[in-house]
């Protein structure tokens, strides 16, 4: 979104010209004779030095207006969601800036941006099982919360969400249908997110953090990767995968480490009414990140915790 600047110059850059006389004036005996002066351009001038000025105050309120429109998230991207739930991701998304502005203890390296990654599926990947589907992607930057993709995800017909996903997402097949995107329009918007925070850290690296990222959230991105045939640009040769799963695990600071139970020992009271779906998540994440509230993410970029994530090329 562009910012308007103003075309317009105030009445102090204009050039000076004649001595503009008062609309109403006193005349003494010496001005008898210029009772019949035609004084109509004094007021166009006077008027029109008013509608300058109130020009100008006009175009500074729409200038803040937009500055502050641009500053919103884009919560209208999230489909699907019902009014407490969206009310719910803008808390999460509140509550990750305030952990920023009053100083993060996240420790990214210098050559590095991170992005967290959710996804929502059809249900769990189980061993000798078919592996599920992705129903809702989404990616937030670690550095700048406002910036994130979040989007649904159509089905093939013969795949269906199995019960207990449902009741843990609250997502069904007639929202993927509805509001949900293509699979592979769904990984370029993933690829194109990541390209963008590329060129605007200057990176040389990657890393996608996700809550049990080696086990699932990799594995199944991977997999989506490979069936839709993506190709690979050089420019994600350097991504690399972070569990934030495994660390909470390592620091031995909590008897539960899923992502809901730190959010409830990090935040007491925060509103979970959005949780298990992949934007409110990733921001969880990243509150959870910046304010070390969990005791745990002081190693979480060490390279034992990080694994390359081959899955943009078909081998």
Sequence with gaps: MGHITSAMSSSSDTAP???KRPVFEVEGPEEEEERNIDRTNDVIMDLGDLDEEE???EEEEEEE???EEEKKPRLDSIRGMTAHQTASVQNLLDLAEQQIKTGSNAHVPNDACVIAVDLETTGLLLPGKEPPRI????????SNPSEFISCLVKLPEDVTIHPKAKQVNKIDEKMCAEFGKSEIEALLDFVVFIQDQIKKHG??????VAHNAFEFDAVLLTQAFYRQRFQ????LAQVFWVDSLVVARESGHHKMNSLGALMKTSFPGFDSASMHRALADCLALCALVHSN???MFGSLF???NTKKFDGFSVK
């Design 17 to 19: 010209s004649e001595t």
């Design 55 to 57: 020009g100008e105050e």
């Design 65 to 67: 207006t937009e500055e």
């Design 135 to 142: 129903i809702e992607l989404a990616a937030v930057s670690l």
């Design 203 to 208: 990176a040389t690296k990657v890393y996608l």
């Design 232 to 235: 690979t640009t050089p420019e």
């Design 293 to 295: 509230r969990a005791n």
């Design 302 to 304: 060490f390279e034992k």
